[in-house]
């Protein structure tokens, strides 16, 4: 059966691996390098790529350059945008988190001009240093009822539900916690999806087998049910495979 690994950095893989039969993967950009890397490697595999300016690279190299890297993406034509949205733990002045917002306005621009959904990168702030908090709610309030996926979603399950009454879906690595198991339970198998976001959480797409595994026991469904599901629904949210 054919898993789809809904987001994965294939390129910043270490040299010489190679990537299992059963594993389909949807390669992600989150700078204008990385998306530069990212349709390479897409395009010689034959996967769906996903392009975008996520906050975390505005923090790191400011916004000076954003109509260039917006100009790169609409001519790549991606199948997503993203991973774009707001991370207010990396932004630690108001000026950052501006950079942020209208990074994060151009991107939602872009996918309503190319009739794309959006791959959203949410973080809150966990300091007490008197700026914005809730980077979910304001993602929300920016995007609407935008065609979303929530990636590695760290929210609650009351916003997860929420995402899904917009239409949105949520994204699921291997990664355990309380709150994310409570966001399996309320969440649909028909809006789950799972990934690795390798090589920096899982170490490889492989660990979209322990997702899928988590899912299922939370869920109380097989695995291949699960498999099946989000293979569909990452069909259906990428347009690819039909």
């Known amino acids: 059966m054919m ?14 691996y190679v990537l299992p039969s059963d594993i389909f993967p949807v390669v992600v950009g989150y700078s204008h390098t990385s998306n530069h890397k990212a349709l390479e490697c897409a395009r010689a ?45 990396w932004a630690q002045t108001a000026e950052q988190v501006e950079d942020e917002k209208r990074a994060f306005s151009k991107m939602i621009q872009l996918a309503n001009e190319l009739g794309l959904p959006m791959v959203i990168h949410s973080r809150d702030n966990p300091n007490d240093n008197g700026l914005p908090k809730d980077a979910v709610e304001d993602i929300l309030a920016m995007t609407g009822k935008a065609k979303l996926l929530m990636h590695f979603f760290s929210g609650n399950s009351g916003q997860a ?22 966001v399996i339970y309320t969440v649909p198998l028909d809006r789950l999806l799972v990934e690795s976001d390798s ?44």
């Open 3 to 16: 898993l789809v690994d809904s987001h994965t950095h294939l390129y910043d893989m270490k040299k010489g």
């Open 45 to 89: 595999g034959g996967y769906p790529v996903v392009l975008g300016i996520a906050p975390q690279t505005t923090v790191k190299e400011g916004i000076s350059k954003l109509d260039e890297w917006v100009s790169f993406i609409r001519e790549s034509r991606p199948n997503a945008i993203g991973e774009v949205g707001l991370d207010y733990k």
């Open 161 to 182: 539900a929420r995402i899904v009454e917009m239409g949105g879906y949520i994204s699921v690595a291997h990664v355990r916690s309380k709150e994310r198991r409570k």
């Open 199 to 242: 090589p920096y959480i899982g170490r490889t797409p492989e660990s979209v087998r322990e997702a899928i595994a988590y899912i299922a026991e939370v869920k109380g469904a097989t695995p291949e049910d699960v498999a099946q599901a989000t293979t569909k629904n990452a069909m259906e949210f990428f347009g690819f495979g039909h």
